[in-house]
């Protein structure tokens, strides 16, 4: 991978989300605060990978958007604001905390979709 794809998370194309660095920093900035617990709510589990496939299979065709705003509504409990407004201040943008944590659950959000691309869970047109 080149220096310009930028880093990405296990599985994800970017295909969706682009850049993923604000998520390397949350991760970064939670481990710095020695807070495991908001690493592992922010890395992608068995429970989401179900949870897609189950949505994908009774709704059968979703637009891509409506599954995006679900989701991200699904990972916002899982992101810590101040943690991921501070990942946003390192990534030199300046985020109100609940913005900040949207934008985090968002990327959450699309490394599930791509990931679920990834495995044939979720067909993107």
């Known amino acids: 991978m080149g220096e310009e794809e930028g880093w990405r998370p296990p599985f994800a194309s970017g295909r969706i989300a682009g850049v993923y660095e604000p998520l390397r920093l949350y991760l970064e900035v939670a481990r ?7 690493v592992e709510r922010a890395v992608l589990s068995e429970e989401d990978f179900s949870w897609l496939r189950q949505r994908v299979s009774e709704a059968g065709r979703l637009r891509l958007l409506d599954l995006l705003d679900e989701l991200e509504e699904r990972f916002l409990e899982r ?13 030199v943008v300046e985020l109100s905390a609940g913005d900040a944590r949207r934008r985090i ?14 495995w044939g869970h979720v067909k993107l047109g």
């Open 105 to 118: 659950a968002r990327l959450l959000a699309s490394w599930l979709v791509e990931a679920g691309e990834e």
């Open 32 to 38: 710095e605060l020695g807070r495991e617990d908001l």
């Open 79 to 91: 992101v810590d604001p101040e943690v991921a407004r501070e990942a946003f201040r390192r990534y």
